[in-house]
Structures are given as structure tokens and as C-alpha cells.
């Protein structure tokens, strides 16, 4: 079992910046790849981005490529998500997970999940 905690969602003028951390415990030595999706009200969970346990080859959605960066401290146990130029559109709560196929956008092909954080954007 890996157990998934995350922060730093906030609410945020649009054009701001606001960064998520995500904390793995448990069995964190299996190499998980990890990710950031996100739910609207209304909507289903979407791909926000992708990483390898490398760190190398990330992933990430269309709507924010150039915009986020994901990023991973192995010996920390953490992954970030570094999100700028913010758009009301990404209000959402955003969710890490982790699991095997760091390539795959589906949530039903990740294995765990944290509690999410909300992010909040104003315009």
C-alpha cells in the first residue's frame, strides 16, 4: 500500500502561480510512477501530468503544456506540480496518485490515490 498526501492548493488571482507538493509513505520502493489529475464539479477526473520514477520523459496534458512543470524528489518521497500563467478554466481539485504506467491518462490505470486538494482560481 502507498499512502498519498497532498498541499499547497489555495486560492489565486488568474495569471498567478501556485505550487502542489505530494508526500508517498508505504511501500514507496516499488518505483512508482506518479501523477497529477484533476476534478471540476460536474466532470470527470482528468490528466494533468505525468512522471517516470526516473524523472525522465514527463507527461502532460494539452491544456496545461508550457504552462505546468511536474517534477519528483525521490529522496524526499515527493512530487511537485508547478503550476503558472493560472486560468479560472484549471479550478479543479487536484489529486496525486501513483502507479506503474506513467503514460497512461486514464485514472482507472493508476493504483493509489491522496484525499486531493483544492486549487482556486479568481478572475
Known amino acids: 500500500q502507498v499512502q498519498l498526501v497532498e498541499s499547497g492548493g489555495g486560492l489565486v488571482q488568474a495569471g498567478g502561480s501556485l505550487r502542489l507538493s505530494c508526500v508517498a509513505s508505504?511501500?514507496?520502493?516499488?518505483?512508482?510512477?506518479m501523477g497529477w489529475f484533476r476534478q471540476a464539479p460536474g466532470k470527470e477526473r482528468e490528466f494533468v501530468a505525468a512522471?517516470?520514477?526516473?524523472?525522465?520523459?514527463?507527461y502532460y496534458a494539452n491544456s496545461v503544456k508550457d504552462r505546468f512543470t511536474i517534477s519528483r524528489d525521490n529522496a524526499k518521497n515527493t512530487v511537485y506540480l508547478q503550476m503558472n500563467s493560472l486560468k479560472p478554466e484549471d479550478t479543479a481539485v487536484y489529486y496525486c496518485?501513483?502507479?506503474?504506467?506513467?503514460?497512461?491518462?486514464?485514472?482507472?490505470?493508476?493504483?493509489?490515490w491522496g484525499q486531493g486538494t483544492q486549487v482556486t482560481v479568481s478572475s
Open positions: 512522471i517516470p520514477w526516473s524523472g525522465g520523459g514527463t
Open positions: 496518485a501513483a502507479g506503474t504506467y506513467p503514460g497512461s491518462s486514464s485514472y482507472r490505470a493508476w493504483n493509489y
Open positions: 508505504g511501500r514507496t520502493s516499488n518505483n512508482y510512477a
